[in-house]
Every structure is written in structure tokens, then in C-alpha cells.
């Protein structure tokens, strides 16, 4: 019963990305039963059921000129397929039955 309600409250998590510095991550959440594939363009990763994945995969194009670093993340769950442009510091939570809520920088907290 307690391992039911701790699966319940949130996902156990790992960080994956460039490791030096503060980065600012993209936090995958992914809250059913299977493991789901996360994609961009150049990455991916697997993320377990009931766990979460912090990412350093956004980047911006103009750099220089002040642009807010995003990317392009694809996954598919039992309620199709997803493609979501999602920029540094949001949240991608996919719920147990598939659907999923996108929360902006700074609408969640990682601890």
C-alpha cells in the first residue's frame, strides 16, 4: 500500500546531459506502466515507468542574439503519437493513461 501511494505522488529520477555547469534541464515525467522512447533530432532516451528523466537537450539557434534555447521532443503512448516543441526548464508529464500536460519554466518545481 505504500508503495502504491509513493508510485502514485511522483516519479524516481535520473539526469542525463552535459554534467558541468548550471544547466538549465528539461524534465521528463512519465507516470504509466511502460517504458516510453523520448526523441529530438540528434537524441533519445528510454524512461522507465514511473520515473523521470532530466535532459540538457534544448539549445538555441541564435545564441548570441537571445533566443530562449528549445527543442523538438517526440514520444508515443497507448493515446498516439506526440510531437512537442518545448523549451529550457519545462516539464513533460505523461500521465497513466497517456495523455500528457506540458508545464512551463518556472510553473514546477524539481525537488
Known sequence: MAA????AVGAVGTVVGKGFGKAQ???IENLTSRKIRFSSNFKSIDVDAGRHCDVDWAYAVFGLFGTVPDVTIRWSTSQGQYEQLVVEGSLIKVHSDGTHTIYGPGSWDAS
Open 25 to 27: 534541464i528539461i524534465r
Open 4 to 7: 502504491e501511494a509513493a508510485f
